[in-house]
């Protein structure tokens, strides 16, 4: 009986803390990682950024109305609009983990805060402050291109141009849009022509009000279901298959609670206008539906990314573990 139950009497650690891995492992596999599963799932971060800008359902009824529609108009490649752009994001993603790990770190090293829930809590907010000052030119740029196949393949343009309206007053050239890349500098010279550097924050503190709190309360949803799981499942259940399970509750969670903040954010971002504006602009369309503007995108994103993201960053974690620390954390 002891021998059967000696692999989870020694698996004493429950959390992987940054000083436990080799950063030579660590820090590759997590951008290997996120590219990975940034390929398998952008599609869903598309369309969620469609679904949040246009007015009511007058481009798109549904999440499968969009895929349906956009493969059908732009074909499989328009739901990768962007996304080269996107994967500079990757920058932001390390330093992010970084930062996370780091705060963590320190919490538990230098301070007496011992409760994981709330280390996770204020190292997640930490994280995305961190991550957002990289992010957000990159998004705004990105969030551009993926509205372009709006007004170029759209089959009812005189209908449909207003309901979108970013592209038109970017004014870009039409030989620009010839290719992806030309799209790409374009949007980067209208914008920066007609605000500067600053046209590149556009919204960064919408985006810090939505990704901070967001990051924040991922970390500790999570920690609080691993915690919950961990108590009612039996013990020959790996502890991965937990976490896995955990992160998808945590990212629903989440998910409901900044779902109007995001919208607001992705307006302001891609329409330049204010945050009193657009949160007004918003209220006067939507009314209530404001809190369930682009739900659906982006709960199969929040539930898709938080189950990889969360598969792969525990399981790199494992692999990333030095020699003696091997015997001590539980599969």
């Known amino acids: 009986m002891d021998a059967q139950h000696e692999p989870f009497d020694m698996a004493a650690i429950t959390v992987i803390e940054f000083h436990m891995m ?5 820090f590759p596999l997590t951008t290997l990682s996120g590219f990975t599963i940034r390929t398998m799932l952008y599609p869903f971060t598309l369309i969620k950024t469609r679904l949040q800008l246009q ?42 983990i970084g930062t996370y790990e780091g705060v963590r770190n320190y919490l538990a090293n230098n301070t007496t805060l011992t409760n994981n829930k709330v280390r996770s809590l204020i190292a997640g907010g930490c994280a995305s402050v961190v991550g957002q000052t990289t992010v957000v030119p990159i998004d ?33 050239p039409p030989e620009a849009l010839s290719s992806r890349l030309g799209a790409a500098k374009a949007i980067v010279a209208v914008i920066y022509r007609r605000d500067g550097l600053s046209g590149f924050y556009r919204g960064y503190f919408a985006s810090l009000l939505t990704y901070a709190p ?5 970390w500790f949803f999570y920690d609080i279901y691993c915690g919950a799981l961990s108590g009612v499942a039996p013990i020959w259940i790996p502890r991965l298959a937990l976490q896995c399970m955990a992160a998808p509750l945590g990212g629903a969670s989440t998910t409901f609670i900044t779902t109007p903040m995001d919208a607001i954010r992705a307006r302001i971002q891609v329409e330049n206008t ?3 504006e657009t ?4 209220w006067r369309e939507e009314h209530l539906g404001i809190f369930v503007k682009g739900l659906s995108a982006r709960l199969v994103q929040s539930l898709s990314f938080s189950f990889f993201i969360i598969l792969g960053y525990e399981t790199i974690k494992r692999w990333s ?5 091997k015997g001590m954390v539980r599969w």
């Open 22 to 26: 080799d950063k030579r492992k660590y």
């Open 55 to 96: 007015r009511h359902n007058s481009v798109y009824t549904s999440l499968f109305d969009a895929v349906r529609t956009i493969v059908r108009n732009e074909g499989f490649n328009g739901l990768y609009r962007g996304f080269w752009v996107s994967n500079l994001m990757m920058v932001s993603q390390v330093s992010y």
């Open 140 to 172: 705004i740029v990105s969030q551009h291109l993926q509205l372009l196949g709006l007004s170029k393949h759209s089959t009812d343009s005189e209908k449909k141009r207003p309901i979108i309206k970013p592209l038109s007053r970017l004014e870009l």
């Open 214 to 218: 967001s990051s924040a309360l991922w």
């Open 274 to 276: 204010s945050f009193a």
């Open 279 to 282: 949160a007004r602009s918003l």
């Open 321 to 325: 573990l030095l020699d003696e620390y």
